[in-house]
């Protein structure tokens, strides 16, 4: 009858893997489960991955530091292909890289009931970021999204912003540490201008430096119309350097 359950922080690893899938497997009733923090690896995943396909009714999943890569998470994707109801899903430090991250989005794309996702620090970069945008565009109900410290640069925030326009129900928005540069913040900013219900937005540690006039200018307007806004992070990008009066 078990329905939350939190393993996190046990450092499994394969060997442990094995056993704990063996009694998931009889927990078909799960809604909640955390295994963040177990550094299950590849083989791991692959020794949990038959367990996790018979929880159907999971809307809850945290796999958050599992050194999953890409072939982890093609052995996750298998699992995650099932979990229609899933609506918080943590994939954070996991270092998927593009191939990893391109294993999962067929899965991801039919959780269409989606409301949290955490894919922060996996390494995606601008391969990873045209996968991720055609992943969200299936995902209109998104409120919560990080993909903080992916290296995006300009070319990927390109790919993610013209998603990001779509999710006008996004209150919590972190890009930070993705080298997003002028070109990127000011594809942001378009996106930003669509979200007038966002509350919490992170864009520190971008190079924001190197907006100049025109680049912090499209930031700032977007910014000004948040007007919900409660949480803003620009830390880290050497601000004094552009031209105050935009800001």
Do not use: C, P
């Not at 943590?90 to 039919?110: C, E, I, T």
């Not at 007038?196 to 924001?208: F, I, R």
Request: glycine fraction near 8%; proline fraction near 0%; aromatic fraction near 2%.
């Amino acid at each position: 009858k078990l329905t939350h359950l939190d393993l996190s922080s046990n450092w499994f690893e394969v060997e442990g893997a094995a056993a704990v899938a063996g009694a998931l497997g009889q927990m078909e009733k799960m809604t909640q489960l955390n295994l963040g923090n177990n550094y299950l690896g590849a083989e791991g995943a692959a020794a949990l991955a038959g367990a996790l396909r018979r929880m159907e009714k999971l809307t809850h999943l945290d796999l958050r530091n599992n050194e999953l890569g890409a072939e982890g998470a093609a052995a996750v994707a298998r699992a995650l292909g099932r979990m229609d109801k899933m609506t918080q899903l943590n994939l954070s430090y996991n270092d998927l890289g593009a191939k990893g991250f391109q294993a999962v989005v067929v899965a991801l794309g039919r959780m269409d009931k989606m409301t949290e996702l955490d894919l922060s620090v996996n390494n995606l970069k601008a391969e990873g970021a045209e996968a991720v945008a055609e992943v969200l565009l299936q995902m209109d109900k998104i409120t919560k999204l990080d993909l903080s410290n992916n290296d995006l640069g300009a070319e990927g925030a390109g790919a993610v912003a013209g998603a990001l326009e779509r999710m006008d129900r996004m209150t919590h928005l972190n890009l930070s540490s993705n080298n997003l540069k002028a070109e990127g913040a000011g594809a942001v900013a378009e996106a930003l201008k669509q979200m007038d219900k966002m509350t919490q937005l992170d864009l520190s540690d971008n190079n924001l430096n190197a907006l100049k006039a025109e680049g912090s200018g499209a930031v700032a307007d977007a910014l000004r119309k948040m007007d919900k806004m409660t949480q803003l992070d620009l830390s880290n990008n050497a601000l004094l350097r552009l031209h105050v009066d935009d800001w």
